[in-house]
């Protein structure tokens, strides 16, 4: 129903002359929900004996922005079907307005248009990634150390039952997976070793093999790949999404660092675990060994460990353990860093923790690398 002193929109069609469509206009054109559409006008421009179009609007009331969508609309269904477009017949203001719209075209060349980057400009965009990202990772670690250094003053904004409860998240409850890995990882060892070794019938040294690979190199790099695939990549989504949850803009508000509350408890139970972490897999990894040795070898158990006794050296075992801690810094230093760096959707979350995973490994294995490197250097 109508409200009162408003009369209904209206379109109607008629021929006037052969070839001549007439568009009838009336009413109050200002109800938007109720307005008439123009495809009845689409299905008579179809007819190929039209060759103009215009209107009639002496019974045209009020009308809005609303008429001229449809009487574009209409110019823009003439164009296509080349049919004259006449516009005389419209009210004066509506026609001055239609006759505006039309008046400058778009130009071609003004879009704009995309430009593949040169290899020279990926290459600069590449560089600055990496500056901005080493100089983040830098600051990020001056503020762990002088987190640290107010922990040790006492002065830490640092709650102790958390970084128990990251303990047991990424000590006991990591020991299957580490177990798993580094048992499988001593199997292969001794596989390849015993290979190489039967060649020559030295396969006794399988257990000074497996033994020193796995307490110098192995344990190590492999405990912290699974803890920074595992714990790191739990940091970054943990911290990701408190900062989507604006939960640490949160801890700013109410004056506590987030980088004491939340990054320094996972720091340390990183560094405290790992290092019994690194034990656990060096024993496992020479389990396994041990396992292939004396059942497909026949190396004799006790021949086995005494090999392994006398191959292991103070120095490779604790070298193996301080490499273990270092890398679990570089496993919460990544997951943090890569979670408070999260954007603020979901979709950011899931990028942060790929990238705390990437960066983390690649990270492990540049850095024992540069170890193998200084060790060597050092005769250790």
Same mark, same amino acid.
């Given at each position: 129903m109508s409200q009162e002193g408003h009369t209904p929109p209206r379109l109607a069609l008629r021929h006037k002359d052969p070839g001549v469509l007439v568009v009838e206009i009336a009413g109050d054109w200002l109800d938007r929900t109720g307005l008439p559409g123009v495809s009845e006008v689409e299905k008579e421009l179809a007819d190929d004996g039209l060759k103009a179009l215009e209107f009639e609007a002496k019974d045209l009331g009020r009308w809005d922005s609303a008429l001229m969508v449809r009487i574009l609309a209409v110019h823009d269904l003439c164009a296509k079907a080349n049919v004259e477009f006449r516009a005389q017949t419209l009210p004066k203001g509506l026609a001055k307005l239609i006759a505006l719209s039309q008046a400058v075209p778009e130009k071609s060349d003004t879009a704009r248009k995309e430009v593949a980057p040169s290899f020279l400009e990926r290459v600069g965009e590449s560089g600055l990634a990496t500056w901005t990202g080493g100089e983040a990772m830098l600051s990020f670690i001056g503020e762990s150390v002088l987190a640290l250094l107010k922990l040790v003053r006492g002065q830490a904004q640092f709650r102790w039952r958390d970084m128990v409860e990251v303990m047991q998240s990424c000590g006991p409850q990591a020991l299957g997976i580490v177990a798993l890995i580094n048992f499988l990882i001593g199997l292969i060892l001794a596989f390849v070793g015993a290979t190489e070794l039967a060649r020559f019938g030295a396969s006794i040294y399988t257990a000074d093999l497996v033994a020193v690979a796995a307490v110098r190199e192995m344990g190590c790099i492999m405990t912290g790949i699974i803890l920074c695939g595992r714990t790191g990549a739990a940091f970054a989504a943990q911290l990701g999404t408190?900062?989507?949850?604006?939960? /640490?803009? $949160?801890?700013?508000?109410?004056?506590?660092?987030?980088?004491e509350f939340l990054v320094l408890p996972r720091m340390l139970a990183l560094i405290l675990m790992m290092p019994l972490l690194c034990v656990f897999a060096d024993l496992i990894g020479i389990a396994g060994g041990f396992l292939v040795s004396t059942l497909m070898l026949n190396v004799a158990p006790t021949v086995y460990l005494n090999r392994t006794v006398e191959s292991i050296h103070l120095s490779s075992f604790l070298l193996g353990v301080f490499k273990g801690s270092f890398?679990?810094? /570089?496993? $919460?230093?990544?997951?943090c860093l890569r979670g408070l760096q999260c954007g603020t959707n979901a979709a950011a979350v899931g990028l942060a923790t790929t990238s705390a995973v990437v960066t983390g490994i690649t990270w492990i294995i540049a850095s024992d690398g540069i170890f193998a490197v200084i060790c060597s250097a050092l005769h250790i």
């Amino acid at each position: 129903m109508s409200q009162e002193g408003h009369t209904p929109p209206r379109l109607a069609l008629r021929h006037k002359d052969p070839g001549v469509l007439v568009v009838e206009i009336a009413g109050d054109w200002l109800d938007r929900t109720g307005l008439p559409g123009v495809s009845e006008v689409e299905k008579e421009l179809a007819d190929d004996g039209l060759k103009a179009l215009e209107f009639e609007a002496k019974d045209l009331g009020r009308w809005d922005s609303a008429l001229m969508v449809r009487i574009l609309a209409v110019h823009d269904l003439c164009a296509k079907a080349n049919v004259e477009f006449r516009a005389q017949t419209l009210p004066k203001g509506l026609a001055k307005l239609i006759a505006l719209s039309q008046a400058v075209p778009e130009k071609s060349d003004t879009a704009r248009k995309e430009v593949a980057p040169s290899f020279l400009e990926r290459v600069g965009e590449s560089g600055l990634a990496t500056w901005t990202g080493g100089e983040a990772m830098l600051s990020f670690i001056g503020e762990s150390v002088l987190a640290l250094l107010k922990l040790v003053r006492g002065q830490a904004q640092f709650r102790w039952r958390d970084m128990v409860e990251v303990m047991q998240s990424c000590g006991p409850q990591a020991l299957g997976i580490v177990a798993l890995i580094n048992f499988l990882i001593g199997l292969i060892l001794a596989f390849v070793g015993a290979t190489e070794l039967a060649r020559f019938g030295a396969s006794i040294y399988t257990a000074d093999l497996v033994a020193v690979a796995a307490v110098r190199e192995m344990g190590c790099i492999m405990t912290g790949i699974i803890l920074c695939g595992r714990t790191g990549a739990a940091f970054a989504a943990q911290l990701g999404t408190m900062k989507v949850n604006q939960e /640490i803009e $949160a801890f700013q508000t109410f004056g506590i660092s987030p980088f004491e509350f939340l990054v320094l408890p996972r720091m340390l139970a990183l560094i405290l675990m790992m290092p019994l972490l690194c034990v656990f897999a060096d024993l496992i990894g020479i389990a396994g060994g041990f396992l292939v040795s004396t059942l497909m070898l026949n190396v004799a158990p006790t021949v086995y460990l005494n090999r392994t006794v006398e191959s292991i050296h103070l120095s490779s075992f604790l070298l193996g353990v301080f490499k273990g801690s270092f890398f679990g810094v /570089i496993v $919460a230093l990544t997951g943090c860093l890569r979670g408070l760096q999260c954007g603020t959707n979901a979709a950011a979350v899931g990028l942060a923790t790929t990238s705390a995973v990437v960066t983390g490994i690649t990270w492990i294995i540049a850095s024992d690398g540069i170890f193998a490197v200084i060790c060597s250097a050092l005769h250790i």
